[in-house]
């Protein structure tokens, strides 16, 4: 989510190029002019104090009321340049700046309360934004959504601050439901970014969030040495040593871990052995949900999602414990199998109340942009 910029503030305030000598000339006397002129060059070149003692030079010569508003004026300008918002701020109210020149220097300045009021004064769909941003600062969640969701009508690049404000005020659903029109509209892996690592924080069960992680994978959403590390952690533990070795693996030849990375490696060693042990055991598999788990299991860290498919639709079609762990299983195998169409109709199945339809669901979600 995009906050308001500091170049959106300068334009704000009306200062975003230094004022010419003769404008000045025509409203000022040549020595607050001159002034002016030199505080506006110091603060182009990022001399704030010499900008600042211009100034008030300036001001010490301004004898009338317009002299003194393009004084006040230029110390805005600097002071904004300085990021001293809140002295800006104060120099604009002082020569009775409007509500619009002044709610984006409240906000920089965390003035929230002081932001909003000039926004709503002002009017317009930029001073909502910056409304929007103010109660998100000050833990305002649900209004926040009430601006967003008024803005998100007119204009859908406001979903994405929608989203934000929903996943703050704590509605999963809302900010699930926003998200999923965001990404139609945009599938990109920058915009998976955005949701999967917000929903990485979530509390979830060991293999919700195995799914998840994969989803990352799948997106090209892990490049850090210890999200490879947690995600290779995860597969072991839940049975699936061939797809944290996969995944090493891809990881290791992107360089994503390095040589020297000792868990990297130690984690790649324990995971090529399970897998080379699942392997193995394949052919004395019980007929059973477990064994056929353990199949699809291996089935997928080996890259043969047809196979993959086969075993976890018998645990799916049953009432087992493991039943749903199966369906979403299954439902990822069939992404990957390039049966995009019958995986949405295996995510469909998960019930509402398990642990594994939020992830489920964004599973889904992908599968729809896959065909």
Same mark, same amino acid.
């Not at 904004?80 to 020569?95: I, K, N």
């Given at each position: ?42 603060? $182009? &070149? ?5 900008? %600042?003692?211009?100034? !008030?030079?300036?001001?010490? @010569? ?24 809140? &002295?800006?701020? *104060? ?33 317009? %769909? ?7 941003? *103010? ?10 959504? $009430? ?7 007119? !204009?859908?690049?406001?979903?994405? !601050? ?65 999200? /490879? @590390?947690? /995600? ?36 790649? !060693?324990?995971? %090529? ?59 990822? *195998? ?14 469909? %199945? ?5 642990? /594994? ?13 896959? $065909?």
């Amino acid at each position: 989510m995009k906050l308001v910029s500091r170049l959106a503030i300068v334009a704000a305030i009306g200062l975003a190029a230094p004022l010419g000598s003769v404008a000045y000339a025509q409203a000022v006397s040549a020595a607050v002019g001159k002034a002016l002129q030199s505080a506006s060059s110091a603060a $182009g &070149r990022g001399n704030t104090a010499a900008a %600042t003692a211009a100034v !008030n030079q300036a001001r010490a @010569a301004a004898k009338t009321p317009a002299e003194r508003k393009k004084v006040a004026e230029m110390a805005a300008y600097v002071y904004t340049r300085g990021g001293q918002f809140s &002295r800006a701020a *104060s120099e604009l109210e002082s020569v009775g700046a409007s509500p619009r020149q002044l709610a984006p220097l409240y906000y920089r300045a965390g003035q929230y309360s002081k932001a909003i009021a000039a926004a709503n004064r002002a009017g317009g %769909t930029d001073m909502q934004v910056i409304v929007g941003q *103010s109660y998100l600062k000050t833990g305002e969640n649900a209004k926040a959504v $009430g601006v967003y969701e008024k803005l998100s009508r007119s !204009n859908p690049k406001y979903l994405e !601050n929608l989203a934000a404000a929903q996943y703050k005020s704590g509605d999963k659903k809302a900010y699930l439901a926003t998200t999923e029109k965001l990404i139609r509209f945009d599938p990109s892996p920058a915009r998976w970014k955005t949701l999967l690592v917000d929903l990485k924080q979530e509390k979830m069960s060991r293999e919700a969030k195995l799914a998840l992680f994969q989803l990352m994978r799948e997106t090209n959403n892990i490049s850090r040495p210890e999200d /490879f @590390a947690e /995600f290779a952690k995860l597969a072991i533990v839940s049975n699936q040593p061939g797809v944290a070795k996969r995944a090493l693996d891809e990881a290791k030849a992107a360089g994503a871990v390095p040589a020297t990375d000792q868990q990297g490696l130690a984690l790649l !060693n324990a995971a %090529t052995q399970r897998a080379a042990e699942a392997q193995a055991a394949l052919p004395k598999l019980p007929a059973t949900p477990t064994g056929f788990m353990t199949a699809g299991n291996t089935y997928m860290g080996l890259g043969d999602y047809p196979k993959a498919v086969g075993a976890y639709a018998k645990v799916a079609v049953g009432s087992s414990p493991q039943a749903d762990q199966a369906r979403l299983l299954l439902g990822i *195998s069939q992404v990957r199998a390039g049966q995009a169409a019958a995986a949405r109709k295996t995510f469909g %199945t998960i019930a509402p109340t398990s642990t /594994f339809k939020d992830v489920a669901s964004l599973w889904s979600l992908y599968a729809s942009s896959r $065909g």
